[in-house]
């Protein structure tokens, strides 16, 4: 956990700043439109939430300014410049629109933020444009992309994996590493919001994924993930099975692992595509998870363990988040890891604890456990 209890303080504290946004993306959790909603945060009660980010003590948690479209909020750059006057550190998640200027791109550097992130679904345009509704939209992704990485910014790109994209991960890889992107971020989709039309991938997708976003993370770029923190335990498993990466050939990897061939032709690709990988893993491994070390605020002050964990926690309108976040029951029960199923017994517990919201969504218990996991404990067989 490094310098963050957990049980104190968020890592990371998403605020959905307004649900106002020019797309209509598939697997959006929100129902974004092109108005802000009643009963959105005003500026100076965004004031407040910022202000009330101190309250945690140092380090402060990252505020990532996100939406609906972040850029939207006729404040915006407001609300940036108080949380960066109080050394709050600060991300921002715009949608790529005409509002992303160059001149935004200028005002965001120049007021102190550090990382942006835009999303990217696809490695063609048939596949991206599909999902975000808009023709035209993964050129303008990809000018965008390379703007924000020439002006300076740690780039994030958040892929969602769907069976409509799944085939598309070594070229988005090699389109984000030849094209200086800093992070990537894999959201392991979840049927919430719009996304409830899509398709979500089977437990043992999921594992040839996580086994295939490790090897990308010996490219030089970070990866990670959102709604797959068993992605944790494969990083585990793959350095304590091989921490000299001697094991490199892919279809030595799906025999030890009992990987399906999708994995094989996923990291055989990456391979033609990147060439051999030199470096170390970059996989980010910290042990948060919904309601665990992040926490989530939507446009109107509710408070949720996650943007795609739909239970409510309480309004900031009525209660500090630093209350919500340290004492509610569901919460401390998040981070105690007490939780049913194979969950609940498993070995890497901590490190992973399943989606909250995955298990939410499956069975209206955001404790039980995380169906698209494949793993099976060594306690839970013995059981």
Known sequence: MGAFNFNERPM?????????????CKHCRAQAIAQPMPGELSTEEGFRLIESLTSFGKPYPVLIVTGGDALMRED????????????????????????????????MKNLGVKVISLSLDGATAQTHEGVRGIEGHFSDTIDAMRRLVDAGFEVQINTAVMRDNVHELPRIAHLLKTNGVHIW???FLIHVGRGIDSQEISPMECEDVSHFLFDVSTYGMTVRTVEAPFFRRVVAERKLHDPERTMTLPEQIAEIFHLSPLYQKLSNELTMLLG?????????????RDGKGIIFVSYDGTVYPAGFLPLPLGNIREESLSAIY?????????????FSGKCGVCDYVDACGGSRSRAFSDSGNPLAEDPACSYVPTQFHAK
């Open 276 to 288: 051999a990988s030199t470096t170390v893993s970059k996989a980010q491994t910290s042990g948060t």
């Open 76 to 107: 915006v750059f407001s609300l940036i410049a108080k949380a960066r006057s109080l050394d709050i550190p600060v991300g921002v998640a715009p949608s790529v629109t005409p509002r992303l200027t160059d001149e935004a791109i200028v005002q």
């Open 326 to 338: 340290r004492n509610h029951p569901t919460l401390q029960a998040i981070r105690s890891g007490t």
């Open 185 to 187: 971020e894999v959201f």
């Open 12 to 24: 990371l504290v998403f605020w959905e700043s307004t649900r106002a946004c020019l797309l209509a």
